[in-house]
């Protein structure tokens, strides 16, 4: 397609949140395909940013199937905080100021965004941010000794649904 006139960056945006709605973005390649094909070019970095601003998160939709997802906090469910407690982490171990919380295949991402969310907010201050792998989360302490303290804060929150809901909206 030819390249379209230029599009500000929340035209743009607009359009990431109308793909991943409909359940076309499954990949950040996905998405630059996509928004080609409307004769928008962006790189990987600025599909990712993109995402990361609208709020949207991997995780596995009805199907089962890996894909980004918008996490709407007017439609979450009243115990969505106890069920990502206990469907979400399956593990927790610590070492200094690290973190490692395992998951299942595929729910790392959904939990390192809403750490990180949270702890942006203020809502998680023992955290200083975190790395995420497909079925892993490394989180990091802001104390150099504050892993054990770190892994109390993070069931209290984890566990809160309001919490839940707070880190969704940001």
Do not use: F, W
């Not at 390249?3 to 390649?29: E, T």
């Not at 996509?34 to 990712?48: F, N, R």
């Not at 998160?57 to 709407?72: S, T």
Request: positive net charge.
């Amino acid at each position: 397609m030819a390249k379209r006139a230029a599009i500000s960056s929340n035209a743009r945006r607009a359009l990431v949140v109308s793909y991943v709605s409909k359940g076309l973005v499954h990949s950040q390649g996905d998405l630059v395909e996509l928004l080609a094909d409307e004769g928008i070019e962006v790189t990987q970095a600025t599909a990712s940013r993109d995402l990361e601003l609208v709020g949207a998160v991997r995780g596995k939709d009805d199907q089962g199937r890996m894909r980004y997802l918008i996490l709407d906090p007017n439609t979450a469910p009243t115990g969505v905080g106890s069920r990502v407690s206990e469907n979400l982490i399956l593990n927790i171990t610590a070492s200094g100021n690290l973190v490692v919380v395992k998951t299942p295949p595929g729910g790392a991402q959904l939990l390192a965004s809403l750490i990180d969310r949270a702890t942006a907010s203020g809502d998680l201050s023992s955290a200083l941010g975190t790395i995420a792998g497909d079925d892993t989360v490394l989180v990091v302490s802001r104390s150099a000794t504050g892993s054990k303290n770190l892994i109390s804060d993070l069931k209290k929150y984890i566990s809160g649904s309001e919490n839940l809901r707070k880190a969704r909206r940001k």
